[in-house]
């Protein structure tokens, strides 16, 4: 018999070996000349689950002044990309968690009460918010909208120019070089 927390263990095991495979397939697919700029095309998520995840998105992380939130990176498109190339155990596992969570009739107060033993899960539902707030910061965090509007990076720039600090404690000496350390070799 596994624990809670074995589940967990596993499900997110499984979550990176689908997400590997995805990806094998959109390097494969990129090299075959496929148009990125199509709209997507849900192969894995129903309409009802998707509306389902959707609201839990916009909950775990909703859009404000910086960015659009988890709807707004479109999260719920890497979930179904990502579940389509899953192992059938795990696409289970988040068709039962999308289907409890749409019974509830309250998403927030259903999703407050799944995040008190969200590192100590009791409950498929337990174990199941966990998986869902991983892969909703993660797809969040590694979106554009993510990285670019909530973080504020903006890429692999250099500064041109940067003044540093200028009280004069702080002022490097005129002919100072950075000392190169070596291995202590005793």
């Excluded at 192992?87 to 968690?97: S, V």
């Excluded at 033993?117 to 707030?133: H, V």
């Excluded at 991983?134 to 504020?152: I, Q």
């Excluded at 720039?157 to 490097?172: N, R, S, Y």
Aim: proline share 3%; net charge negative.
């Amino acid at each position: 018999m596994t624990t809670r927390r074995e589940f967990v263990l596993a499900s997110l095991a499984l979550w990176d070996a689908a997400l590997a495979r995805a990806q094998e397939h959109r390097h494969a697919a990129a090299t075959t000349g496929s148009a990125a700029d199509l709209p997507y095309r849900f192969t894995f998520l129903t309409a009802g689950e998707r509306a389902t995840l959707r609201q839990a998105m916009a909950l775990l992380i909703p859009a404000d002044e910086r960015s659009g939130g988890a709807v707004g990176a479109k999260v719920d498109e890497y979930v179904d990309f990502v579940m389509t190339h899953a192992d059938a155990g795990l696409q289970q596992t988040w068709r039962g968690g999308l289907a409890r969570m749409a019974q509830a009739k309250d998403m927030d107060a259903f999703l407050a009460v799944q995040a008190r033993r969200e590192f100590s899960p009791q409950t498929e539902d337990e174990a199941f918010f966990g998986i869902l707030k991983d892969v909703v910061c993660e797809g969040f965090y590694t979106s554009a909208e993510g990285v670019e509007n909530e973080l504020g990076y903006r890429g692999m720039t250099f500064a041109v120019e940067f003044d540093g600090c200028t009280h004069d404690a702080h002022v490097a000496p005129a002919n100072w070089q950075p000392e190169l350390r070596q291995k202590n070799k005793g």
